[in-house]
């Protein structure tokens, strides 16, 4: 039995075989950071179409975000910002809509004015987005090489961002206890994925803030 993410037991289900999927740990000698925070929304936590499992992650949010300031390590925040002529639409009704308090960063991980704000229109933060452009302006106009990721959900948005990042040539750390989806097994199958598709490493956000 394995210990739920948040509350009670799960059986462990492995979809993939780890053992041969290792995070490269190419850029060792030169590591560079940011943190990006995916649609932790008011719609997405509380709202719209909430994720009642996105609750207790948020203290553990927080703690990453103060970290991640505190080293100077650049936050990002990416944000779904919908009007009603985007496909997405289609599947999930209106949700995060641009300008409503539905799309607005949920006040407890409230961004301060360094941090940066990418709205997108669909589920990877890349796709038809700033957000390479504004990557690329931090760590004296080097960019990062190594993306830690948190927020909502596993095996969607943060599964998108992360197969983009991935294709561009960036690591990728996964925040484990500051990701979620709307089932267990939705958030287990999703890190898996994560892991064996994209190498990405997978830490608690306790040992990720002591990296910065």
Not at 5 to 31: F, K, M, S
Not at 96 to 121: H, N
Not at 137 to 160: A, E, F, Q, W
Request: hydrophobic share 35%; aromatic share 10%.
């Amino acid at each position: 039995m394995a210990r739920i993410h948040g509350q009670g037991q799960a059986e462990q289900i492995n979809v993939y075989n780890l053992e041969t999927a290792v995070a490269p740990h190419v850029y060792n000698n030169d590591r560079r950071y940011a943190v990006l925070v995916v649609d932790m929304l008011h719609d997405f936590v509380y709202g719209k179409i909430k994720c009642d499992r996105a609750v207790p992650m948020i203290p553990r949010s927080g703690e990453l975000i103060d970290s991640a300031r505190s080293a100077a390590v650049p936050v990002l925040y990416s944000n779904d910002s919908h009007t009603r002529k985007d496909f997405e639409i289609e599947r999930w009704g209106e949700h995060a809509m641009r300008g409503t308090k539905g799309a607005k960063v949920i006040g407890e991980l409230r961004p301060r004015k360094k941090d940066v704000q990418i709205p997108k229109t669909t589920y990877s933060s890349f796709f038809n987005t700033r957000l390479e452009r504004e990557l690329k302006r931090t760590h004296d106009g080097k960019g990062p090489n190594t993306m830690i990721i948190s927020g909502l959900h596993t095996d969607c948005c943060v599964r998108h961002t992360t197969a983009d990042a991935f294709f561009r040539g960036y690591e990728t750390i996964i925040a484990e206890d500051a990701v979620n989806s709307f089932t267990e097994l939705q958030y287990r199958t999703g890190l898996q994925y994560l892991k064996f598709w994209y190498l990405a490493d997978t830490l608690p956000t306790k040992k990720i803030a002591k990296l910065f």
